[in-house]
């Protein structure tokens, strides 16, 4: 509490309140009732995108990053290509040429047009989920790949002197110790991931940003409706980073 009270943190609050307020009697914001419903599907969604994308990337993450630590050159190179071109190509890109690369060729087969996954593939979001978690696997791959070779060699072998079945030695030591060490890292990406939500817009998706769009299309106000974006976006992100510091106090070192 008395750092609360430094004269200088004192003034941060103060300008923070004044322009809370002035935005809140200054701006027009009539609009909201009637796009709340509207806004709220697209949080729902947000969320939705980012928290899959999030589990299935970190499921591929896993294996990428082990194959370019100790798997054979076999496996080792094409996860650094996929790593690589991953990291080497704008996202936006990627869900174009997901969406309108295998959305216009699943088409052409009859045999997946008859089929009864046909109704899914021709929605937008199976496209942008694996673009999302391709984008995020190539990234959080290479970060697995330098926890898992800064997990001390000294237990490995200690391990494996007891005896100690592989599986049971990464179950144990190398993966918990790996995870706990890119936990900093991984808050900071899921974030990353967080802010490149709005991009799967182009491809139709209605999800925060397209809402904030399509106000701004309807209405012709622009501030407002960015403003409350920014507001919805900070919020996340200050619940992923609470998240990840609980999940770094919990998980041993």
Known sequence: M????QPHRLIMIGLAAALVAWCAVALQWDWIPRYAPLALEGLWRTIWLLVISCILGMMLAVPLGLAQA????????PARAFCTVIRGTPLLLQIWMLY???????????????????????????Y???SLT?????????VMRGAFASVQKGQIEAARAFGMPRRTM???????????SALPTLGGETILQLKATPLVATITVTELYAVSSRVRQDT?????????????????AAVITLLFRWLENRVPT
Request: aromatic share 20%.
């Open 220 to 236: 012709f106000i622009v501030y407002e409706p960015l403003l409350l974006l920014a507001l919805f976006y900070l919020g996340i």
């Open 70 to 77: 100790i798997g054979p050159w076999f496996l080792a190179a």
């Open 100 to 126: 309108f690369g295998l959305g216009s060729l699943f088409p052409q087969f009859p045999w997946i047009r008859e089929s009864e996954l046909w109704p899914i593939l021709r929605q937008a979001w199976p």
């Open 170 to 180: 990464f179950r144990r030591i190398w993966l918990p110790q790996a995870v706990r």
């Open 2 to 5: 008395r750092a609360l009270m």
């Open 134 to 142: 391709l984008s995020y696997a190539g990234y959080e791959g290479e």
């Open 128 to 130: 942008a989920v694996m």
